[in-house]
């Protein structure tokens, strides 16, 4: 059965503001994995960590599968402590999204996060045998590639993720440009990034929203929004579909993709409702279509 997953928070969401969101999902949401933990910016780490052991008692009392996530980019001592901290971890399990998460791991199992760049079969079973039991694909893949992923990493046994909601992470750099937007230096950023709880947006010169800030990552601009292949992307052996959390509605979002997964909603409505829910954040799939990650394309027929 396909499972449907909630990635980890990218953002620098207050700690009670997570605090709330995570107990929202373990009591009204219907998803069946939850990944936590910072994945983006090391600093904000002591900001909500003090709250792991709670929230992953409630979300498994709850009936959720959880998954802790590592850091997209390591580069400080600290940084590489805190990895190789998570690597020991003999539960829960552990998304892996930076080299230093597989040298501190060993064969030990863990997932493979989507900041791996996972994007062929031969890296698949590599990573299948360094002891990898699960791995999300990153989401600029098209159609075609995923598939091609998928039925590689079915035949040696492995779960296979792709983001079917929320903003594609396009980049993670050593820089800050969150920071130095406001005259500030990744050092002294003084947590600016906590003023965007969606991400920075930023425009062309003709004002024309393009891409979302987010401390050193950058973003897609709008949601991406499989909803209409969700029926091909299983057909293809895809057995979780992972919801990135945005300041949406989370858990009506995640309602909307249960209904569909269980039939009892069409997907052309189930579509609008989700359209309603994003509160006029466009909706985009063109990276699974092999074109501009921004487009629209029209719906997939029925797989």
């Excluded at 709250?51 to 709850?62: F, G, H, Q, S, Y």
């Excluded at 920071?179 to 024309?208: I, W, Y």
Aim: some cysteine.
């Amino acid at each position: 059965m396909t499972k449907l997953t909630l990635g980890p928070i990218a953002y620098h969401w207050s700690a009670e503001t997570r605090r709330d969101f995570y107990a929202r999902i373990a009591d009204e949401a219907p998803v069946d994995e939850v990944y936590l933990g910072e994945v983006i910016c090391s600093k904000r780490a002591p900001f909500h960590e003090a709250d792991l052991p709670a929230t992953i008692e409630r979300l498994e009392r709850a009936g959720k599968t959880v998954i802790v996530s590592s850091l997209a980019e390591v580069m400080l001592k600290r940084e590489r402590k805190a990895t190789a901290d998570l690597a020991a971890m003999e539960r829960p399990e552990i998304e892996v999204n930076n080299a230093a998460g597989l040298f501190e791991r060993g064969a030990r199992p863990h997932r493979i996060g989507p900041f791996m760049n996972a994007y062929n079969e031969a890296t698949i079973r590599w990573m299948a045998g360094q002891g990898a039991t699960h791995v999300c694909l990153p989401p600029e893949m098209p159609a075609e590639a995923i598939a091609a992923a998928a039925e590689a990493a079915g035949a040696l046994g492995l779960g296979v993720e792709v983001q079917v909601f929320g903003r594609a992470s396009l980049a993670v750099s050593a820089r800050c440009y969150h920071a130095r937007s406001h005259g500030r230096t990744k050092d002294n950023c003084q947590f600016v990034c906590e003023e965007d709880p969606d991400g920075m947006p930023l425009s062309t010169r003709d004002d024309t929203p393009i891409l979302r800030v987010n401390g050193i990552q950058t973003q897609s601009e709008s949601y991406v929004d499989l909803l209409p292949e969700t029926a091909r992307l299983i057909g293809d052996g895809v057995t979780h579909l992972r919801l990135m959390p945005q300041a949406a509605d989370m858990v009506a979002v995640a309602a909307v993709f249960r209904q569909v997964l269980d039939g009892t909603l069409e997907v052309a409505e189930a579509d609008a409702r989700l359209a309603a829910l994003c509160e006029g954040t466009g909706l985009a799939n063109g990276f699974y279509h092999g074109t501009a990650g921004y487009r629209r394309i029209a719906m997939a027929a029925p797989a």
